[in-house]
């Protein structure tokens, strides 16, 4: 699991990879205020929900770091 954004109440999001098949996916861990619920939810329904918030650009700009310089023009 490797974090990639915590929110300014204390929520949490991780990207994790699933132990089982390899599949990635998002987790959220709510603030002990409203619970501590955690969830978890395909990348692409992640990226997908509307509206837009900073944890889905932190997410994107993870993916950017993993793939920077890797990727030759062809």
Known sequence: MKEFYSSPNGDRWLLCR????????????ANAASGGHTTD????????RLPRHPEHDALLRLIGTLV?????PG
């Open 18 to 29: 699933d132990v089982h098949d390899g599949s990635l996916f998002v987790r959220h861990e």
């Open 41 to 48: 939810v395909d990348i692409g329904n992640f990226l997908s």
């Open 68 to 72: 920077e310089g890797s990727v030759e």
